[in-house]
């Protein structure tokens, strides 16, 4: 009887760490391959709700950084733009509600409330350098995720499984 009894618990047990290892537990910003559930790259997140996106624009050469905040609901808003030369590929002006400015050299928009649920990136390939700036430290995408991989940017919860099958970005430098 007491040797059903050990059984017992330690079924019991392994089922809660089975059940345990599937319920998302940790926010992150994630990086997965486009039309996958898999996780190719994460940034756990707790506190901080901020982060920057800087790549080399493709035509004229010039670094480009793309500021976001995660909002309550998980939810990714484009709040600042700021790039250094009027080119293809970059606004001329702020659109209704946000404002422009130039300063040093570089020009800005801000008070940008544009709000996704996702977006696509592409990792590039020549000079693109796409870098994530997390607590004020960059970190190369290149090294945690193949150049030319296309991914899907959103914010989700992960479980224990997920986190163990990705890379973490913060862990890769």
């Known amino acids: 009887m007491r040797k059903l009894q050990i059984i017992l618990y330690l079924l019991v047990f392994i089922i809660i760490l089975i059940v345990l290892a599937f319920i998302p537990f940790q926010r992150a910003i ?3 391959p486009n039309h ?7 940034i756990p997140i707790k506190e901080e709700t901020h ?17 976001f905040k995660i909002t309550p609901n998980h939810l990714i808003q484009l709040y600042e733009l700021m790039y250094e030369d009027f080119a293809i590929g970059m ?8 404002t422009f400015e130039e300063k040093d050299g570089a020009y800005y928009i801000k008070n940008m409330k544009r709000v996704f649920p996702f977006f696509h990136l592409r990792i590039g390939q020549v000079r693109a350098n796409h870098t994530v700036i997390y607590k004020n430290r960059e ?22 499984l997920k986190l163990w099958k990705g890379v973490n970005i913060l862990e890769s430098i």
Do not use: C, M, W
């Not at 996958?36 to 994460?42: E, G, M, P, W």
């Not at 982060?51 to 500021?67: A, G, M, N, P, R």
């Not at 606004?91 to 946000?98: D, L, Q």
């Not at 991989?149 to 989700?156: D, F, L």
């Open 36 to 42: 996958s559930q898999a996780v190719l790259a994460y």
């Open 91 to 98: 606004p001329s002006n702020a659109e209704e509600g946000e």
């Open 139 to 160: 970190y190369p995408l290149s090294r945690s995720i193949k150049p030319g991989t296309s991914v899907k940017v959103e914010i989700r919860k992960l479980n224990f």
């Open 30 to 32: 994630v990086f997965q």
């Open 51 to 67: 982060f920057q996106i800087k790549y080399t624009h493709s035509i004229h050469l010039s670094d480009v950084i793309e500021s």
